[in-house]
């Protein structure tokens, strides 16, 4: 008999809890044509429409990226996949060790003191970033390595120094990348 009721009802409401989805973040699926040597082009923030070789996938799903420095001026960076074209191209970045360091705390920005000084919040003179020796000389191993590989490739070079846009006439749907 569809629709009766129960005849019989708890004294109390028994509350049961509910499971929580806290902490059990699932990993990030990077898409099949990323992988690390991948040159990918990057779609936002300050160096869009440049070419970037793609070393690791990081823990936290972002992939960390070099122009090498020396060619294009992209420094090691983390990049959200939703934020770069893979291109066809392909790099053999298996002799490039990147250092154990290098993981997602070490782009961690340093936390400031909670105290925000009326004084400071209208300063107005801004303080240049300051890179730490550690990170020029992390660029400068990767860079020296990722350079042997790329001057052994004809044209690559000036590819990956050449920035990527669209006219009026292209289709980037029809598009080879």
Same mark, same amino acid.
């Given at each position: 008999?569809?629709?009766?009721?129960?005849?019989?009802?708890?004294?109390?409401?028994?509350? $049961?809890?509910? %499971?929580?989805?806290?902490? =059990?973040?699932?990993?990030?699926? &990077?898409?099949?044509?990323?992988? !690390?040597? #991948? +040159?990918?082009?990057?779609?936002?923030?300050?160096?869009?429409?440049?070419?970037?070789?793609?070393?690791?996938?990081?823990?936290?799903?972002?992939?960390?990226?070099?122009?090498?420095?020396?060619?294009?001026?992209?420094?090691?960076?983390? $990049?959200?996949? %939703?934020?770069?074209?893979? =291109?066809?191209?392909?790099?053999? &970045?298996?002799?490039?060790?990147? !250092?154990? #360091? +290098?993981?997602?705390?070490?782009?961690?920005?340093?936390?400031?003191?909670?105290?925000?000084?009326?004084?400071?919040?209208?300063?107005?003179?801004?303080?240049?970033?300051?890179?730490?020796?550690?990170?020029?000389?992390?660029?400068?191993? $990767?860079?020296? %390595?990722?350079?042997?590989?790329?001057?052994?490739?004809?044209?690559?070079?000036?590819?990956?120094?050449?920035?990527?846009?669209?006219?009026?006439?292209?289709?980037?749907?029809?598009?080879?990348?």
């Amino acid at each position: 008999a569809k629709g009766k009721s129960a005849r019989m009802y708890p004294a109390d409401d028994v509350a $049961v809890a509910k %499971a929580s989805r806290k902490g =059990t973040r699932a990993a990030t699926k &990077v898409r099949a044509t990323i992988t !690390p040597g #991948t +040159v990918v082009i990057l779609l936002s923030g300050r160096f869009r429409g440049k070419r970037a070789v793609c070393l690791k996938i990081l823990d936290s799903g972002l992939l960390l990226v070099s122009g090498p420095y020396k060619v294009n001026g992209i420094p090691l960076k983390r $990049v959200n996949q %939703a934020y770069v074209i893979a =291109t066809s191209t392909k790099v053999d &970045v298996s002799s490039v060790k990147v !250092p154990a #360091t +290098v993981n997602d705390s070490y782009f961690a920005q340093s936390k400031s003191n909670g105290t925000k000084s009326e004084e400071k919040f209208f300063d107005n003179e801004r303080k240049a970033a300051v890179v730490s020796d550690q990170r020029k000389a992390d660029q400068k191993s $990767v860079d020296a %390595a990722l350079l042997k590989i790329v001057a052994k490739e004809p044209m690559l070079k000036q590819y990956l120094n050449a920035k990527f846009s669209l006219t009026k006439n292209d289709r980037p749907h029809n598009m080879k990348f």
